[in-house]
């Protein structure tokens, strides 16, 4: 029997691909016509070198940008401190920027496996020897696993799995994301200061993406006047860009905890098992890791017994993530001078501590 992948963003369509490269039958079941949200995103090296694990690298370097260099700024435009990524990650990791269109692309080109599109799942339940799914158009179907890749508002976490198990983030309620021409950066920046932060990377020659909100827990409002009041005091660079933005996207963020992925023949992979605030862009990196070891084991194991194997391979990276992310909101939350005082001597160590982890191989079958 087919596995069943609820949800054809990055998370499932990774799967997808990880499966049929172990020869495992696949279906995916997308609730919409396309997934443009979020606009870009920015995959440091622990995703790059997932995506080469599937097969992608030569892909992957013909859209986006490398980034090779981040730099902490205050809200006067203050250098904190700076990290040299390609020294950190080496040549074959490096981090680059790209559209989130261009790689839903390059996961679909020649994938083979179902992909059916405007059908929602609106249940899964696991009995002996698969799933019982039922679909928004009234029909129902049983399938021999079930992985739930439909992120934060998991269909397959709320129905088949029993866990509630979103919330607000600590670093802040919400935030803008957008496109903009470049106003005149050539790396990874980040602006913060009393009201929040502003993140600008190159996407290619001529625009960049753009992320902002507000920090310490802070509230973003729904009306784009947001981003010009609460940055209108930011350097003529964060000005500029904000006075160009297209593409704007605004969405709370939410993180997801929960003590259990796996129910019988049913498991969750990338945003629906965790998701956490993007301050350390692991989403994508963690989702593509997930969908590798799951097609491990479900091409060479027990399907019964996957769950469980699964959780144990994947918990310990995902909860370093997780507490990385909470260490990077209780700083975020500091009075801005206190946080910038400490960012030199705290930021570079808070990147190594965070992402030196991520660059040893995740445990695999």
Known sequence: MDVLVVGGGIAGLALARALRRRDVPVTVAERSDDDTGGLAINLPGNAIAAFAALGLTDGLHKIGRP??????????????????EDAFWGPEARPRCVRRSDLLALLADGLDATVRRSLPVTSVRPVAGGADVEFGDDTGERFGFVAGADGVRSVVRATAIGATATQASLL?????????????????????????????????????????SATGGGQVSADASWLRTSFRDYPATVRRAVDSVTDLYHSPI??????????????????????????????????????????????????????????????????????????????????????HALMPMIGPRGYRDTYNPLRHPFPTP
């Open 172 to 212: 802040s309620a919400a935030s803008w994301r957008f496109m903009a021409p470049n106003p005149g950066v050539d790396c990874w920046t980040v602006w913060s200061g009393p009201g929040g932060a502003f993140l600008l990377i190159p996407v290619d020659d001529h625009q960049v993406y753009g992320y902002a």
């Open 254 to 339: 939410e993180e997801v905890r929960t003590p259990s992925w796996s129910a019988g023949r049913c498991v969750l992979v990338g945003d629906a098992a965790h998701a956490t605030a993007p301050v350390w862009a692991q989403g994508a990196a963690l989702a593509v890791e997930d969908g590798l070891v799951l097609a491990d084991l479900l091409a060479t194991g027990d399907w019964d017994a996957v769950g469980g194997h699964y959780e144990r391979l994947r918990r310990d990276r995902v909860t370093h993530v997780q507490a990385a992310t909470d260490r990077f909101a209780r700083t975020a939350a500091l009075p801005p001078w206190l946080r």
């Open 67 to 84: 980034t090779g260099r981040r730099e902490y700024r205050s809200s006067r435009d203050r250098l904190l401190f700076q990290v040299d």
